[in-house]
């Protein structure tokens, strides 16, 4: 059985579900990504021409943004490419090795001859360095492809501007370092991905799952907006489905549905995730983590702990506490593909 402390109802009482108004479980994402602690670092620029290919092999996430020319995505071991266009964004989150194929422009949108037309390729990496990074993973596909159509409307979530002007950014640092660049890099990789998530949310079709894509839905988007913003609450699946004016029943299908797991499970999770935050980022004590994650004891807090992380509190910390994540990952890029 969990509660919810005094102090900590006096803080979640007067945080409202969201600050954004258009999008009731913003802050749900905003806060998983500010634990996750991304970095991300440019590779380089390439280009593909008609039936070249670069290679990318597994790794760590991978980006690429489109400029010029289209061309194609095809994960290693998958048949069915991913077609790209001039504008595009196209993340491959999970580290699937990957190629980049060259192909011939449509008729119908060919501005120049064939082979006239090769497709620019700006990449680079991406990482998690904190513990939200697995519940951020969680929610991602396999490939999230952010098309930019010059026929959007002003009102459109992406535009072709933005992503011209964002990978400007990119070659000035790369260009004209000087003190920071590398956390300019970072912070504009943050911003590229994020605008690749919101894109994809604004046009993924009705049925794409996972807990992010679970945001678009104004149910189950509430109720996540709920639990991340009183983690630490005495919630029941009853309870949940009374604070959003839902049955039961409804509530647990539909969450299972779209987010993958049940509200409970899901809830567990994102209180162990803020438990090794706590862990490695402060000092603490290890009864104030868990009261202020809503459990009655310390001893039923450790063992929840320990059926997340195969490690208990004590041991998390003294091996994870201070740690910035690993050393970054990194591999050369050749600029031209081959053939």
């Given at each position: 059985?969990?509660?919810?402390?005094?102090?900590?109802?006096?803080?979640?009482?007067?945080?409202?579900?969201?600050?954004?108004?258009?999008?009731?479980?913003?802050?749900?994402?905003?806060e998983?990504?500010?634990?996750?602690?991304?970095?991300?670092?440019?590779?380089?620029?390439?280009?593909?021409?008609?039936?070249?290919k670069?290679?990318?092999?597994?790794?760590?996430?991978?980006f690429?943004v489109?400029?010029?020319?289209?061309?194609?995505?095809?994960?290693?071991?998958?048949?069915?490419?991913?077609?790209?266009s001039?504008?595009?964004?196209?993340?491959?989150?999970?580290?699937?090795?990957?190629?980049?194929e060259?192909?011939?422009?449509?008729?119908?949108?060919?501005?120049?001859?064939?082979?006239?037309?090769?497709?620019?390729?700006?990449?680079?990496?991406?990482?998690?360095?904190?513990?939200?990074?697995?519940?951020?993973?969680?929610?991602?596909?396999?490939?999230?492809?952010?098309?930019?159509?010059?026929?959007?409307?002003?009102?459109?979530?992406?535009?072709?501007?933005?992503?011209?002007?964002?990978?400007?950014?990119?070659?000035?640092?790369?260009?004209?370092?000087?003190?920071g660049s590398a956390?300019?890099?970072?912070?504009i990789?943050?911003?590229?991905f994020?605008?690749?998530?919101?894109?994809?949310?604004?046009?993924?079709?009705?049925?794409?799952?996972?807990?992010?894509?679970?945001?678009?839905?104004?149910?189950?988007?509430?109720?996540?907006?709920?639990l991340?913003?009183?983690?630490?609450?005495?919630?029941t699946?009853?309870?949940?489905a009374?604070?959003?004016?839902?049955?039961r029943?409804?509530?647990?299908?539909?969450?299972?549905?779209?987010?993958?797991?049940?509200?409970?499970?899901?809830l567990?999770?994102w209180?162990?995730?803020l438990?090794?935050?706590?862990?490695?980022?402060?000092?603490?004590?290890?009864?104030q983590?868990?009261?202020t994650?809503g459990?009655?004891?310390?001893?039923?807090?450790?063992?929840?702990?320990?059926?997340?992380?195969?490690?208990?509190?004590?041991?998390?910390?003294?091996?994870?506490?201070?740690?910035g994540?690993?050393?970054?990952?990194?591999?050369?890029?050749?600029?031209?593909?081959?053939a």
């Open positions: 059985m969990t509660r919810t402390p005094k102090a900590l109802q006096r803080r979640q009482s007067s945080r409202p579900p969201s600050s954004d108004p258009r999008h009731p479980a913003a802050d749900v994402f905003f998983v990504f500010s634990i996750a602690r991304m970095r991300g670092e440019l590779l380089g620029e390439t280009v593909v021409r008609s039936g070249q670069q290679p990318f092999p597994a790794g760590t996430g991978c690429h489109v400029q010029d020319g289209p061309c194609q995505l095809r994960l290693a071991g998958k048949g069915q490419p991913v077609r790209l001039p504008g595009d964004i196209v993340l491959v989150p999970h580290g699937q090795g990957h190629r980049i060259g192909v011939e422009p449509s008729s119908g949108r060919r501005r120049h001859p064939p082979g006239d037309a090769p497709a620019r390729i700006t990449s680079g990496l991406f990482r998690f360095e904190g513990v939200g990074g697995q519940t951020l993973m969680r929610g991602l596909p396999t490939v999230l492809h952010a098309t930019c159509k010059a026929d959007e409307s002003p009102d459109a979530v992406g535009s072709r501007e933005w992503v011209s002007l964002t990978i400007a950014a990119m070659q000035q640092e790369v260009a004209n370092p000087s003190i956390i300019m890099l970072s912070r990789i943050d911003l590229m994020i605008w690749a998530v919101r894109h994809w949310l604004a046009s993924a079709p009705d049925g794409a799952l996972g807990w992010i894509a679970a945001l678009r839905d104004p149910l189950i988007g509430h109720a996540l907006a709920r991340h913003a009183e983690p630490g609450a005495d919630w699946v009853d309870k949940l009374a604070a959003v004016n839902q049955s029943s409804n509530l647990s299908r539909r969450f299972s549905l779209l987010v993958g797991e049940s509200p409970m499970r899901y567990t999770q209180r162990m995730q438990a090794a935050q706590f862990l490695s980022t402060t000092n603490r004590r290890v009864t983590i868990a009261e994650l459990y009655d004891s310390e001893a039923a807090f450790s063992r929840a702990f320990r059926r997340a992380f195969a490690l208990a509190p004590t041991e998390y910390r003294a091996r994870h506490y201070g740690q994540g690993a050393d970054r990952p990194g591999r050369p890029m050749n600029r031209s593909a081959s």
